[in-house]
Structure formats: C-alpha cells, structure tokens
C-alpha cells in the first residue's frame, strides 16, 4: 500500500566483543513504524529485532553461528508472529587460491510467517507468501 508519509523511530544497540577464542557480535534494534497520516502500524516492520552471531577461526577453517529473531507485527489481514532462525556456516581456505565454503540455513527448518498477502473472507483461511525451508550451500572460490 502506498503512503504519503512515514515515520521510522527507534533505537538500536551493539556489541562485539571476544571471549575464549570466539568472536561474538550482538544487536538489537527497537523500531516504531507508523504512517504518519493514520497513525496506524506500518505493515510488515517487527518492532524488535535480535542478530546474534558466534565465530571461531581454526587455522585454516573458520565456522560461524548466527541467530535472527523478529517480533511478532502486523501484516496485510493478520498478526504475524515472532520467529527466530539459526544459520551455520563453514569455510576451509585449501591454499592460497582455493576457498571451500559450506552454508546451512534455516538450520531447525522453522515453519514460519515472514508476510501474508490476502485472505479469502468467505473461508477465513489466509494466504501467506512462501518462506524457505532448510536450505544447504556449497561453494569454492579460486583467486589468481
């Protein structure tokens, strides 16, 4: 839907910060969305947001960890909820010009809302648009 205005308010924190070995970055965001003609909740937009990422460089290999929560907001006909997804991934530097890499994502295969389209009101069922189920990446890079 189309707005004459919109006012974004928020604030939003982070850390990073090292402990046995591991790096660690936090952050949390805090956002109010609103069309500033209505007053009403901008759709789509969690008011809370949480990344976590934990990462460890073993010689070579390097693996990582991350998180992202969203809070539950308001979509096209309904009340989104609140998800949380894990990420895992790899990379092995082979040599000096050959990189592997691996990618998990959606670790748990969460069943989750991101955004609903529409509704049939005579059935009530609502429509929602596709969200990716657990995904596996691999990748290798060469540099010359």
């Not at 949390?28 to 009403?40: I, K, M, P, V």
């Not at 997804?85 to 082979?94: F, S």
């Not at 009530?124 to 890079?141: H, L, M």
Request: charged residues 25%; proline residues 1%; aromatic residues 18%.
């Amino acid at each position: 839907m189309n707005l004459n205005e919109a006012r974004y308010e928020g604030v939003e924190f982070s850390l990073s910060q090292q402990f046995f070995g591991f790096d660690s970055n936090l952050n949390f965001a805090y956002l109010s969305a609103e069309d500033e003609e209505t007053g009403a909740e901008l759709r789509n937009v969690a008011k809370r947001t949480f990344n976590w990422e934990l990462a460890k460089q073993f010689g070579a290999f390097d693996a990582s960890l991350d998180m992202q929560y969203r809070s539950d907001r308001q979509g096209a006909v309904t009340r989104l909820g609140s998800y949380t997804l894990w990420n895992l991934a790899g990379n092995y530097q082979v040599n000096e010009h050959i990189e592997v890499s691996l990618r998990v994502e959606n670790l748990f295969d969460k069943e989750y809302n991101a955004v609903d389209s529409n509704a049939d009101f005579t059935t009530g069922e609502v429509y929602y648009y596709n969200t990716p189920e657990r995904r596996f990446f691999a990748g290798a890079s060469y540099q010359f």
